[in-house]
C-alpha cells in the first residue's frame, strides 16, 4: 500500500475544477505537494498568505538554499511570479520584478511547493539551462509521483452533457413531434395532385463541326465563293484585331495597316488579301484562304515571337 508520507503529488489545475474539499483531500494524499501556476482559489485553500504577482519571460538565477534550486543554477521558460511576504516561513526563489518563481512552505503539516516557472517542465525547454535539474530535484525527491491533472469528470456534476438531448428541456422533443405531425398535415391538406405525365420535346444539339461542314456543301452548291470567302475573312480579322491589340471597334482596313506593318509586307498585298481579291474559282478560293491563313500565323509570330 502507497505510503502517503513518500510521495510526490504534482497539481497542474489552471482551469481551477477543484473544490476545497478536494484539495484537502490532495493534501492528505501527499508528503510533497507540488502547485504548477495555481490560480486564486487553490492559493487561497492550500497556501494562504501567497499571492499571485504577474509573470516574466525572463530567465532566472539561483537565489536560495533550497537544494533543487542551488543545483539548477538557472532555470528559463518564464511564467507566473508570486508574492509570499504574507506567508509564515515561506521560502522565496527564484526572484524577479515583483514576486518569486518558487515559493516553498510548510501547510497543513504538508511542505507545499508553489511552482510558478511551469514552462521549465515542458519537453520544449526541460532540456535548456538548468530546467532538467529543477524538475528532477523538485519532483524526484520521493519513491512515488502522482501527476495530478483536473478534468471535468472532477466537477460536482458529472462531466460534461453527453448529447445535445442532455442540453434541451424537457418539452422541447414533445413540441417537435407535435410541429412535424402538423407540418404533413398541412401538406396533406394543402398538397395539390399530380396531373399526367407530359413529354417535352427536347432541342437537338448539334456539333459546330457538322454546323460548319453543312454551311461549306450549301455554299459550294450554290457556288457562292464570296460568301464563303467573307465568312473566312470576318474570323480571320477578328483574331487579327486580337493579336494586335485593337479595340472591337477597329475597321478591316485599320487591321490591315497594323497588319502589314507588324508583319513587313506590303499595305496593298494585306489589303487584298483580307477585303479586294476576289475568288474566280475554287482554287483561287482555296488560294485566298491559304493565304489568310498565313497572314494570321505571321501576325502571331511578329507580336509573340
Not at 502517503?4 to 503529488?9: I, M, R, S
Not at 465563293?225 to 483574331?239: P, S, Y
Request: aromatic share 2%.
Amino acid at each position: 500500500m502507497r505510503d502517503p508520507l513518500d510521495t510526490t503529488v504534482v497539481v497542474y489545475d489552471p482551469q481551477e475544477l477543484l473544490s476545497a474539499a478536494q484539495h484537502r483531500r490532495l493534501r492528505a494524499a501527499a508528503g510533497d505537494l507540488v502547485l504548477v501556476e495555481p490560480g486564486f482559489a487553490t492559493l487561497g485553500d492550500l497556501v494562504p498568505g501567497v499571492d499571485a504577482a504577474g509573470r516574466t519571460t525572463a530567465t532566472l538565477h539561483a537565489d536560495c538554499d533550497l537544494p533543487a534550486v542551488r543545483t539548477a543554477g538557472t532555470v528559463s521558460g518564464g511564467g507566473r511570479l508570486y508574492d509570499a511576504r504574507h506567508a509564515d516561513g515561506a521560502t522565496s526563489c527564484l526572484r524577479a520584478k515583483g514576486g518569486a518563481g518558487i515559493v516553498q512552505l510548510e501547510a497543513h503539516g504538508v511542505r507545499t511547493t508553489v511552482l510558478g516557472v511551469g514552462a521549465a517542465l515542458q519537453n520544449g525547454t526541460v532540456v535548456h539551462d538548468g530546467n532538467a535539474a529543477l524538475a528532477l530535484n523538485l519532483l524526484g525527491g520521493h519513491h512515488a509521483l502522482i501527476w495530478y491533472l483536473p478534468g471535468f469528470d472532477d466537477l460536482g456534476g458529472g462531466g460534461p452533457p453527453a448529447s445535445l438531448a442532455d442540453l434541451t428541456p424537457p418539452w422541447v422533443t414533445p413540441l417537435m413531434l407535435l410541429l412535424l405531425v402538423t407540418a404533413l398535415a398541412a401538406a396533406l391538406w394543402r398538397g395539390r395532385r399530380l396531373g399526367r405525365v407530359v413529354v417535352e420535346n427536347l432541342p437537338v444539339t448539334v456539333r459546330a463541326s457538322e454546323t460548319m461542314e453543312g454551311r461549306a456543301r450549301l455554299y459550294e452548291r450554290a457556288g457562292a465563293r464570296v460568301h464563303a470567302l467573307d465568312a473566312i475573312r470576318i474570323g480571320t480579322t477578328a483574331r487579327l484585331g486580337r493579336l494586335l491589340g485593337m479595340p472591337r471597334t477597329a475597321t478591316v482596313h485599320e487591321i490591315a495597316d497594323a497588319a502589314a506593318a507588324v508583319t513587313g509586307r506590303p499595305r496593298p498585298e494585306v489589303a487584298a488579301i483580307l477585303v479586294d481579291a476576289l475568288p474566280e474559282s475554287d482554287a483561287r478560293l482555296v488560294a485566298l484562304s491559304d493565304a489568310l491563313q498565313k497572314l494570321e500565323d505571321d501576325t502571331a509570330a511578329a507580336v509573340r515571337p
